[in-house]
């Protein structure tokens, strides 16, 4: 019986075979298997805090590094006269072991259940994802590596990604669609910072322009535009909305960069109090606990 030759992909390392199942027995689905282009970092390093969907907050910034091959020098020719792309990526820390039919949107406050195809959720038959975002530009000057400068960006940092694709308004824009259960707007929320938390802003902001070479960088926007939407999980806005009395005082963090960005509930406003250094990966005051 003549074997069935692997289709060879024009990325070396990337091949897939189609699977047909066992002689004699009805043939199971095709698989495939796709190795990553490369990564996207971002500035989120934990789960907490990321925007739920891409272009929530246009101030999240990412930079998509391609594998270090001489091919995507060439494949990223002419993207750069697109002023927006997709991003295909796998969820690559959702956590679960398999997927799961239904799921609690933390749109519909973690209440209602949904079918997870009629969802954006992570934990999905295969945990594969897309976003829209802005290209801001692509840098050839490193002849080892691609990087492609987006932002608006909803990932992780380090999520693997698997394509790209220009997005094209005439034929991705649908005026006329409706957003099904989503419908709802989102609300949005007054945010204040401390003096000390506008100190600390400061000092960061210039120092990750510097290190980004990227004088663009608003990082006081970015955490607005990320809080104003109270970045929590369902349960916690369930039990703790912040329009309710006892949910005054209340204080929260997540990482953001390298730093953690600390705020409370105040009355009807989210406060920021501070942005704190991590030590080792590790909030300060963890850090010297276990010291």
Do not use: C
């Not at 663009?216 to 809080?227: F, H, N």
């Amino acid at each position: 019986m003549q074997k069935k030759r692997a289709k060879k992909s024009a990325y070396p390392g990337t091949e897939y075979v189609a699977r047909s199942g066992p002689p004699g027995k009805s043939p199971a689905p095709a698989t495939y298997e796709f190795a990553p282009i490369g990564i996207v970092r971002t500035a989120f390093a934990e789960k907490f805090g990321i925007p739920r969907q891409p272009g929530m907050v246009s101030e999240a910034k990412g930079v998509i590094e391609l594998d270090s091959h001489p091919f995507f020098a060439i494949a990223v020719d002419k993207l750069e006269t697109f002023s927006h792309l997709w991003i295909v990526f796998v969820f690559h820390e959702h956590g679960a072991r398999d997927w799961k039919p239904s799921i609690r949107p933390p749109r519909l406050g973690g209440r209602k259940k949904v079918g997870v195809l009629a969802s954006r959720s992570p934990h999905r038959p295969n945990p594969i994802g897309l976003s829209a975002v802005k290209l801001d530009r692509v840098d050839l000057s490193d002849p080892k590596k691609v990087r492609i400068h987006v932002s608006g960006v909803d990932l992780l940092d380090r999520t693997p990604i698997l394509d790209i694709k220009p997005y094209i308004p005439f034929a991705d824009s649908i005026p006329s669609a409706n957003a099904g259960w989503a419908a709802e707007p989102i609300e949005k929320f007054p945010v204040e910072f401390s003096t000390r938390a506008t100190s600390a802003l400061e000092r960061h902001e210039k120092r990750i322009r510097l290190s980004k070479k990227d004088d663009s960088i608003d990082l006081r926007r970015m955490i607005v535009e990320m809080l104003e939407l109270d970045p929590r999980p369902a349960s916690q806005k369930r039990k703790m909305p912040p329009k309710e009395a006892d949910s005054k005082g209340l204080r929260f963090a997540f990482t953001l960069f390298d730093f953690d960005v600390k705020w409370e509930i105040r009355e009807n406003t989210f406060a920021v109090l501070d942005l704190e250094d991590l030590v080792d990966g590790r909030p300060r005051d963890l850090a010297k606990k276990k010291s």
